[in-house]
């Protein structure tokens, strides 16, 4: 193992954040505020308690997963298509590192950034809403396993992506639906017949159900299954990045 | 220098450092780019590849580092096999490739520190250091990359291709581009680099380069290693230079004490041409210009020059085929 190449790799991503401070960390801590201001306070105030839960509350594990997943996907993604894009990944071809190493290098970086983020966004949401932790462990969990789950998805997206607008496409016409469609402003036991039947082939359910059980002692679905379907997704986007490192796909001429 | 263990030879020969061994490669468009390249790198030497655009020195060079794959073929670096024995081979080379590719909003000392790191060596600041001072970044390790000048940023690419001590260095075309002064900056430093023990592989389209830095010389053309000879050797092969000395008035015929010179007048009876060797010492310019002097002919204007690249390719591939 070339422990000082996980590390180099991940303290070099890590000083881009510090760079780019604003946009990774500032803008969604603001963009979630007004989430809270206009769901939680503004709407929130006039609906009915979700069981037993506020409405402003019900929504705080929604939208940190929100963050969470838009943010590992964008970090990783670009954290791994910039050295392609610019053409320094010629150093990272040429080092002694293998695939796995650089996997834990980049996607560790990423997560590791949207966990913070996500922590920042609980943070803020308590100035909002009240919050309340019934387990706080699998809140941990369920953070680190989906920043890491995403952050690998990124990562491939990073790969796969051969310009800026592939790039982009990605989170903005398959991850977004599915995260606002994925119960984190509802409980899908909210939804009319067939469409809880369909809302249960979208991922995003799972992770948003089991961060919110995490929460409040109450998921959309059985907290084993949240878990057990994250860690199908964890092991999907293992594999996607093994297969790209064992064929060179993209990486190499 | 380090000597194989019982060489078969009578000969005591330095085992190489670099070996390429048939090695072919095929771009995903169908096209060959290498045919059947066979190189052994000596240990301690400066070796120019040499060869026009698109010969594939590139393609050689990122083959051998690892960024392409070959289609045939194997490499040792060192004595480890590169795609068995990738670490072990990798951490022994250094490469600075054609293009300047820098993360141009990083800092000069994070991009160090990082290819250091990727290579698998420990933090070493004052190794770094060091670094920096030899290719004369040091007080410019805080600036971003992207406010360095071009030949900075050469240098950046170097100093970070030095920064895990390899012992096997790959320069290609550090020279393109680059005006004369930095040009000889460049061989100072790559003079110097050999010195400390750093075997480099250059790769160049310019003769004077070759000429210049190299010990030995491999020419590659359409994908395949034409000849490596010697310099010295080559650089007798590679033909002749003509002085031509410009008059200051038209002479009728060359004096007699001259005769001992293959001069010729040209027709115009302003010129002297003198056609040498670039290599051979016994053809010294001192002893012309002297006997010039002697002679009372006083010329206003010097001049040589030498083939081309080009002829001297056509040379070679026609004498070969
Ligand atoms: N990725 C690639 N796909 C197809 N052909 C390539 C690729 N890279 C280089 N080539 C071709 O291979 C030949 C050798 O290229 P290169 O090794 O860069 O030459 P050199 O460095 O000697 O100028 C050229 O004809 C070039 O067009
Ligand atoms: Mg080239």
Partial sequence: MNLYAIQAIYRYEMARTRRTLLQSIVAPVISTSLYFIVFGAAIGARMTAIDGVTYGAFIVPGLVMLSLLTQSISNASFGIYFPRFVGTIYEILSAPVSGVEVVIGYVGAAASKSILLGLIILATATLFVPLRIEHPLFMVLFLVLTAATFSLFGFVIGIWADNFEKLQVVPLIIVTPLTFLGGSFYSIDMLPHPWREVALFNPVVYLVSGFRWSFYGKGDVAVGVSLSMTLVFLALCLAAVIAIFRTGYRLKK | ?321
Wanted: hydrophobic share 40%; proline share 4%.
């Fill in chain 2, 1 to 321: 220098m380090l000597l194989s263990a019982s060489p078969p030879k009578a000969v005591v020969t330095a085992e190489p450092i670099v070996c390429v061994a048939n090695l072919s490669k095929t771009y995903a468009s169908g096209f060959k780019a290498l045919d059947a390249v066979n190189l052994e790198i000596r240990r301690g030497e400066i070796f120019a590849l040499l060869g026009p655009n698109g010969a594939g020195k590139t393609t050689l060079i990122s083959i051998i580092c690892g960024i392409v794959n070959a289609s045939e073929g194997a490499i040792t670096a060192d004595g480890h096999d590169i795609k068995r024995d990738y670490r072990a081979a990798r951490a022994k080379i250094g490469l600075v490739p054609q293009e300047l590719t820098t993360d141009t909003f990083e800092t000069v000392w994070n991009t160090l520190r990082l290819s250091r790191g990727l290579f698998g060596k420990p933090a070493d600041p004052a190794y770094l250091e060091q670094v920096l001072r030899d290719v004369a970044l040091w007080d410019r390790r805080d600036a971003r990359i992207m406010t360095l000048s071009g030949g900075m940023k050469r240098r950046v690419m170097i100093a970070k291709a030095l920064s895990h001590e390899p012992i096997i260095l790959f320069l290609d075309e550090p020279t393109a581009g680059v005006d004369v002064e930095l040009r000889r900056d460049m061989w100072r430093m790559v003079r110097r680099l050999r010195e400390s023990g750093v075997t480099i592989i250059l790769t160049t389209h310019y003769i004077e380069e070759a000429e210049e830095l190299a010990d030995r010389i491999g020419v590659i053309n359409n994908g395949k290693l034409v000849l490596v000879e010697e310099k010295d050797v080559l650089m007798r092969k590679l033909g002749k230079k003509q002085l031509t000395l410009t008059l200051q008035a038209p002479i009728e015929r060359l004096p007699e004490s001259l005769a001992a010179y293959a001069f010729e007048l040209s027709p115009d009876r302003r010129e002297l041409i003198y056609t040498y060797d670039t290599v051979d010492g016994s053809h010294g310019i001192r002893p012309l210009l002297h006997a010039l002097d002697a002679a009372g002919l006083a010329y206003k204007d010097v001049e040589t020059k030498r083939s081309s690249l080009e002829e001297i390719f056509v040379d070679i591939v026609r004498e070969r085929s």
